[in-house]
């Protein structure tokens, strides 16, 4: 079988302009359609086993939100949420998207319940693993030192280093060495000012007061042995949307997409199919 980066490439990078602003994707399949949000460390390429496997039952598109992959960064330092939820209506307004399933994972739930609050007519399900909730709600000096840190890792590890340092906290120790191959691909690809740029966002974000009750069904995943955003605060997030459902999923970590690609994949469809309820 080819290597990671080989099958990531087998879904090559492709860009729509929309003003001065470029976005990168990948994309395979056809149907109905789905977006996939990768997180803060992450990428388009970290959808790859959704990609792969998604592909034979639905148009499946994965993004590089901006500043990451080949997409141009947002302007200023100190984006917020709404900002990359305006560039994902840029994104889908491009690829003549009017409904699709919506996925985020831990920054990118954030992202996707800001799309959601603007534009909840355009999401068929909206579908949150590992979600991060954002700093938003604490008080702004202890928002200002995780903040002040995640920028000292970015600029002294660089991508590479960062990867190094912090790709195993993002699986469970049981992790395949082919999750963590590609959870370390996808990291050592950042760009320091789009990582910059996100982890601001992530700082002043708090996703529990863009939750909104929606038509739709809505979808709450969370590895049980996630140390990044762990099930107390996913729980929080299915609670805020009311009737979301809530799922556990055992053994698996934080990029539990990357981990658990089958049981993910299998509740994904499910919701993509409208079988996700209250409950």
Sequence with gaps: MPGIAARIEAFPRQCVSSGAQVLSFREAGDGVPVVLLHGIGSGSGSWL????????EFRVIAWDAPGYGQSTPLPGEHP????????????????????????????????????????????????LIDPAIGYGALDPA?????LAERLRLIRELGPEGLAEARAKELVSEAASSEALELVKWNMSRLSVRGYSQAASMLA??????????????????????????????ARQVAQAYGTAR??????????????????????????FHGGAGAG
Aim: proline share 4%; net charge neutral; hydrophobic share 40%.
């Design 49 to 56: 086993y959704q990609l792969e496997q998604l592909r034979s």
């Design 142 to 146: 202890v928002r200002r030192d995780k």
């Design 204 to 233: 002043s974000g708090n996703l529990l007061e863009e939750a909104r009750r929606l038509d739709v069904p809505v979808l709450v995943l969370c590895g049980s042995r996630d140390r990044i955003t762990p099930e107390t605060v």
């Design 80 to 127: 917020r949420a709404c900002d990359y939820a305006e560039a994902l209506g840029r994104l889908v307004d491009a690829k003549g998207l009017s409904r699709f399933h919506l996925v985020g994972h831990s920054l990118g739930a954030l992202i996707a319940a800001a799309f959601c609050r603007v534009a909840p007519d355009r999401v068929r399900s909206l579908s």
């Design 246 to 271: 809530y799922v556990s999923l055992p053994a698996l970590g934080h990029a539990s997409y990357v981990e658990g690609p089958e049981i993910v994949n299998a509740y994904l469809t499910e919701v």
